[in-house]
């Protein structure tokens, strides 16, 4: 692959590439590009839930909630980007995250004794506005113990060991899809420098085997991976004709003991995962041409009709057939 970075520049991007330093924050909103852009989890909301779901979290809907944020910005992508700089020994780690005070002191009130921090209060209030506008994001003090935890057990397991996480971190691709002229958007844990083998951290409340399975149903993981692996070929020139992509996940458990398990997607489910994207993006193109953004079921009231499940019913029979077991 070739690997040329682009530094951003602060203005907004209209040529596809693969760019450093650029924010978060700046990432998933919508004043990067001169038109609509989606990453991987706005492209799942359409396949998993509905384009009206999309919409209400999405950076381009003028009224959207301010309480209805982004996926990505909950605290468990955040811990995850934080034990990854942390796994890796990135010297930036410190430019990156700070830790909360657990005490603060407020010199306006004439108090000089230390009180127990509080994010209602004007200095602590003030004290996060400061670190946001350095660039750094707030760390609290028991997720820095459970990130230390978890970087250790990470640290042992094989694949890291040998390096897997090892590529270019903080980094974002980005093109314009050529059907529908919708600018895609990428940004992988990290990009292998000397092979198209990628590696995607994730944690989760388990890593036994029903368990991931069932993660990787309802969440989506084969999108993610199918739209790194477009990234590729549109932005980096991978060949994935003559070049095999692969994509492993490596699942880490949230509590004590830690439990770190890889599993690599398969090739087929990768492909269905970019065909599912392609319907995606067809789909958004549709809903901002028409300007509108329907929910489960639109367009079909008075229609639909349900029953139970094929389980539910077998089960239901079983029940009248030997109702002295239930």
Known sequence: MKIDNIEWNGKQITKPGMYSRVPMDIYHSQKLFPGPSVSSSGLRAFTQQSPKHFYAKWDGNPNRREDLKADED????????????LVLGEPFFAKLFVEEPAEYRDP?????????????AT????????????????????????????????????????????????????????????????????????SADFFDYK?????????????????GYHQQAALVRQGCREVLGLDTTATQFTFTLLFQEKTDPYCVRDVAIK????????????????????CLRQNRWPGPGDGREGSEHIELSEFRVKEAEYYLEHPEEA
């Not at 306006?108 to 209602?120: R, T």
């Not at 971190?169 to 093109?175: D, H, K, N, P, T």
Request: hydrophobic share 35%; proline share 2%.
């Open 203 to 219: 944690s989760t409340g388990s890593v036994r085997w029903r368990d991931l399975q069932r993660a990787i149903d309802s969440l």
């Open 267 to 286: 090739t087929a489910t990768i492909d269905l995962g970019e065909r599912m994207n392609r319907a995606a993006l067809d789909r958004m193109a549709e």
């Open 123 to 194: 200095v602590c209030k003030n004290w996060h506005k400061e670190q946001r506008e350095a660039g750094k994001t707030v760390l609290k003090i028991k997720e820095i113990d459970t990130i230390k935890g978890m970087a250790a057990e990470l640290s042992i397991h094989p694949f890291v060991q040998h390096g897997a996480l090892n590529g270019l971190i903080e980094r974002s691709i980005f093109w314009k899809d050529k059907k529908t002229g919708i600018y895609c958007k990428s940004r992988p844990d990290s990009i292998p420098t000397t």
């Open 74 to 85: 909950r605290r468990h992508f955040i811990l995850g980007r934080a034990l990854h700089h």
């Open 108 to 120: 306006s009130k004439g108090k000089d004794e230390w009180m127990k921090w509080s994010n209602n």
